[in-house]
């Protein structure tokens, strides 16, 4: 069987996905993960966007070991120098440089004539395969370029020294019988086509995105570019767990194998839900909560006589445990060590006791604890930032014949300060009252709540986006009480903001 190589994007194009901003802990975490998941090249980022994207990338190419770490760069020299700077330290490192190729962008974004744009492609593969041979080109917005024209750029591309050959449906345009037959016209009409790896990153903005890969497989392409549950630009990207278990569940059709561990599907795409505080919709293909459940009479009595009559595969098989419920409040270290291990996490001893005294003091407070619990407290007391702001106490009070009122204590910069304030409701009364402690008033663009596991005593995780100063930033946070998550999850997109002004400064001197 010929294998197909997984290009995961998560960190890259979909941490672009509104909302899914991931400080450097949580990105290093993901990689990982992804290392973990089988994954064979992690796009960790564009390090010429930014200081802070060149040090995330730099520290996921020191940090994996068993995937190839890739560096998006446009097709000029001083970002590839860039992307080359950080990925240098990783095993194998790839540069991805890119230039766009239909003529709407020639004409409108670049404003360069079809020859300029093969000059500086040419240019590009050029000195990006002087720092390595492992180099990737994309034709951006390939899907609505001409094909005579895309298929010269490609034999460049391959002659100037790219061994991994992108085809791009930037927007989601394509439909799978027409982009299928675009790859076998390039694998054809292209005379050095059998020197480079053919590659597909798929948008989903009509739906199509997996569909588009699949069908480029089909038609010879051998490398997928994806995301974990799909997240990425507007409509985000082809979700890696459902090309994955498409070329598995139908194997018979495809005929392919890739090195992902299936197991570790679902684990990865809980830990990203996480990490960027958007749960997993419950119809999600694959990896939603409604997956694998049957409420149909009919489709139960099957399955109770034979699961295969209406499950295609198992749960089991993307590593969704039957057993929900992992300790207790009398469960030791070594349990709790054994079964974080068995999640993927590798911790230090000062990260295991502080997640084990945090579970402690859950347990004192929840009858049952699942492995979403154990997650979010991981997350919470491991992968966060350095904190400018902590919570030290916090007391409302509120009902239809009371004010609303909010009384905090914080530690700011190290020194302790009280205020109590009022609001409309007990959220915006801390809200109210946070905001007066720390003296900044940025605007709320967003607040969600949502239960980590069912029950009424289930823990709340709280996702809240604030902007200030043409800045935004991304909180999370969990606990059994909504109202501290809250004021937890408003404190961490403090902090988050509070660090990006850091390194502003730090790039500015």
Same mark, same amino acid.
């Given at each position: 069987?010929?294998?197909?190589?997984?290009?995961?994007?998560?960190?890259?194009?979909?941490?672009?996905?509104?909302?899914?901003?991931?400080?450097?802990?949580?990105?290093?975490? +993901?990689?990982?993960?992804?290392?973990?998941?089988?994954?064979?090249?992690?796009?960790?980022?564009?390090?010429?966007?930014? #200081?802070?994207?060149?040090?995330?990338?730099?520290?996921?190419? &020191?940090?994996?070991? &068993?995937?190839?770490?890739?560096?998006?760069?446009?097709?000029?020299?001083?970002?590839?120098?860039?992307?080359?700077?950080?990925?240098?330290?990783?095993?194998?490192?790839?540069?991805?440089?890119?230039?766009?190729?239909?003529?709407?962008?020639?004409?409108?974004?670049?404003?360069?004539?079809?020859? #300029?744009?093969?000059?500086?492609?040419?240019? /590009?593969?050029?000195?990006?395969?002087?720092?390595?041979?492992?180099?990737?080109?994309?034709?951006?917005?390939?899907?609505?370029?001409?094909?005579?024209?895309?298929?010269?750029?490609?034999?460049?591309?391959?002659?100037? *020294?790219?061994?991994?050959?992108?085809?791009?449906?930037?927007?989601?345009?394509?439909?799978?019988?027409?982009?299928?037959?675009?790859?076998?016209? +390039?694998?054809?009409?292209?005379?050095?086509?059998?020197?480079?790896?053919?590659?597909?990153?798929?948008?989903?903005?009509? *739906?199509?995105?997996?569909?588009?890969?699949?069908?480029?497989?089909?038609?010879?392409?051998?490398?997928?570019?994806?995301?974990? $549950?799909?997240?990425?630009?507007?409509?985000?990207?082809?979700?890696?767990?459902?090309?994955?278990?498409?070329?598995?569940?139908?194997?018979?059709?495809?005929?392919?194998?890739?090195?992902?561990?299936?197991?570790?599907?679902?684990?990865?795409?809980?830990?990203?839900?996480?990490?960027?505080?958007?749960?997993?919709?419950?119809?999600?293909?694959?990896?939603? /909560? &409604?997956?694998?459940?049957?409420?149909?009479?009919?489709?139960?009595? *099957?399955?109770?006589?034979?699961?295969?009559?209406?499950?295609?595969?198992?749960?089991?098989?993307?590593?969704?445990?039957?057993?929900?419920?992992?300790?207790?409040?009398?469960?030791?270290?070594?349990?709790?060590?054994?079964?974080?291990? *068995?999640?993927?996490? $590798?911790?230090?001893?000062?990260?295991? &006791?502080?997640?084990?005294?945090?579970?402690?003091?859950?347990?004192?407070?929840?009858?049952?604890?699942?492995?979403?619990?154990?997650?979010? %407290?991981?997350?919470?007391?491991?992968?966060?930032?350095?904190?400018?702001?902590?919570?030290?106490? +916090?007391?409302?009070?509120?009902?239809?014949?009371?004010?609303?009122?909010?009384?905090?204590?914080?530690?700011?910069?190290?020194?302790?300060? #009280?205020?109590?304030?009022?609001? @409309?409701?007990?959220?915006?009364?801390?809200?109210?009252?946070?905001?007066?402690?720390?003296?900044?008033?940025?605007?709320?663009?967003?607040?969600?709540?949502?239960?980590?596991?069912?029950?009424?005593?289930? #823990?709340?995780?709280? @996702?809240?986006?604030?902007?200030?100063?043409?800045?935004?930033?991304?909180?999370?946070?969990?606990?059994?009480?909504?109202? %501290? /998550?809250? /004021?937890?999850?408003?404190?961490?997109?403090?902090?988050?903001?509070?660090?990006?002004?850091?390194?502003?400064?730090?790039?500015?001197?």
């Amino acid at each position: 069987m010929e294998r197909v190589q997984i290009f995961d994007t998560t960190l890259r194009d979909g941490e672009q996905s509104p909302g899914a901003t991931m400080n450097l802990r949580e990105k290093v975490r +993901l990689a990982r993960q992804l290392e973990s998941l089988g994954v064979d090249i992690i796009e960790a980022g564009f390090p010429a966007s930014s #200081q802070g994207d060149f040090e995330s990338v730099r520290e996921i190419a &020191n940090a994996v070991k &068993n995937s190839q770490v890739a560096g998006l760069c446009r097709a000029t020299r001083g970002d590839i120098d860039r992307a080359w700077e950080a990925i240098k330290g990783g095993v194998d490192p790839r540069i991805h440089t890119f230039i766009a190729t239909s003529d709407i962008h020639m004409k409108h974004k670049l404003r360069k004539s079809r020859e #300029q744009v093969l000059e500086m492609a040419e240019a /590009a593969v050029r000195h990006a395969a002087s720092l390595t041979s492992n180099v990737e080109f994309s034709a951006e917005d390939a899907s609505r370029s001409d094909w005579d024209f895309l298929a010269r750029m490609t034999e460049l591309a391959i002659s100037s *020294g790219a061994r991994v050959i992108n085809i791009p449906d930037t927007v989601g345009y394509a439909q799978p019988d027409e982009f299928a037959a675009l790859i076998r016209f +390039l694998l054809e009409k292209v005379p050095n086509s059998d020197k480079a790896v053919f590659s597909v990153h798929c948008h989903n903005d009509l *739906g199509l995105g997996v569909a588009n890969t699949l069908a480029a497989i089909g038609a010879g392409a051998r490398q997928a570019e994806v995301t974990l $549950s799909g997240i990425g630009e507007r409509a985000g990207n082809a979700a890696l767990e459902e090309v994955i278990m498409a070329l598995d569940v139908r194997a018979d059709h495809y005929k392919l194998e890739t090195g992902i561990k299936k197991e570790q599907l679902f684990p990865s795409c809980r830990l990203l839900s996480l990490i960027i505080g958007q749960p997993i919709p419950p119809y999600k293909a694959i990896t939603g /909560a &409604n997956a694998f459940a049957h409420e149909s009479g009919i489709h139960q009595d *099957g399955v109770l006589k034979n699961r295969q009559t209406y499950e295609i595969m198992t749960p089991e098989s993307i590593g969704r445990a039957e057993e929900d419920m992992v300790i207790g409040k009398h469960s030791g270290r070594h349990a709790l060590e054994k079964r974080l291990t *068995g999640l993927g996490y $590798s911790l230090s001893e000062e990260h295991l &006791n502080q997640v084990f005294i945090a579970v402690k003091k859950l347990a004192d407070r929840k009858k049952e604890i699942f492995v979403e619990d154990i997650e979010a %407290v991981v997350l919470e007391e491991v992968f966060r930032i350095p904190d400018k702001y902590k919570l030290a106490y +916090l007391a409302t009070t509120s009902g239809d014949q009371a004010i609303p009122t909010a009384v905090i204590k914080m530690e700011i910069d190290g020194e302790y300060k #009280q205020l109590a304030d009022f609001g @409309t409701g007990p959220i915006d009364a801390v809200f109210n009252t946070i905001s007066r402690l720390v003296e900044r008033q940025p605007e709320l663009l967003k607040y969600s709540v949502n239960a980590i596991t069912g029950g009424t005593d289930a #823990q709340g995780e709280v @996702t809240v986006k604030l902007e200030e100063d043409a800045r935004t930033a991304v909180g999370r946070a969990s606990d059994p009480d909504i109202i %501290v /998550a809250s /004021a937890k999850a408003y404190i961490n997109a403090l902090n988050q903001l509070a660090k990006k002004e850091e390194e502003k400064v730090c790039v500015r001197l």
